[in-house]
């Protein structure tokens, strides 16, 4: 059974950062999403390897783009999500996906449909206050 395990959630004032990780082996699509009460899940960065292996695509969230990072290390099979300038309406629960493919490669940039993701992670939060 597939477990995507998050961690590096936390409590953060406004401006401060947090970097999230999970372990992602061998997906060709990986991504980070959230999620606050009331509000619908929406992607907030989706990192998609390349045939190679070796490297990839990221596509954001317009909320976060310059703010947040993703990225993937290889050779820990992690993945990383570096939030800087956090804000308030930062905070909610972030969770981990990802998907061997192919509909996740294959749409249009930006790809940013957690549809497409069919393995989650259980989530870890982010308070910005």
């Known amino acids: 059974q597939v477990q995507l395990v998050e961690s590096g959630g936390g409590s953060v004032q406004p401006g401060g950062s947090l970097r999230l990780s999970c372990v992602v082996s061998?997906?060709?699509?990986t991504g980070w999403f959230r999620q606050s009460p009331g509000k619908e899940r929406e992607a907030v960065a989706t990192?998609?390897?390349?045939?190679?292996?070796?490297?990839?695509?990221?596509d954001y969230a317009d909320s976060v783009k310059g703010r947040f990072t993703i990225s993937k290390d290889n050779t820990k099979n992690t993945l990383y999500l570096q939030m800087n300038s956090l804000k308030p309406e930062d905070a909610a629960t972030y969770y981990c996906?990802?998907?061997?493919?192919?509909?996740?490669?294959?749409?249009?940039?930006?790809?940013?449909?957690?549809?497409?993701?069919?393995?989650w992670g259980q989530g870890t939060q982010v308070t910005v206050s």
């Open positions: 996906a990802a998907d061997d493919g192919p509909d996740c490669a294959d749409r249009p940039r930006p790809r940013l449909r957690a549809g497409d993701f069919g393995y």
């Open positions: 990192y998609i390897t390349d045939g190679s292996g070796a490297d990839g695509t990221a």
């Open positions: 061998g997906y060709t699509c």
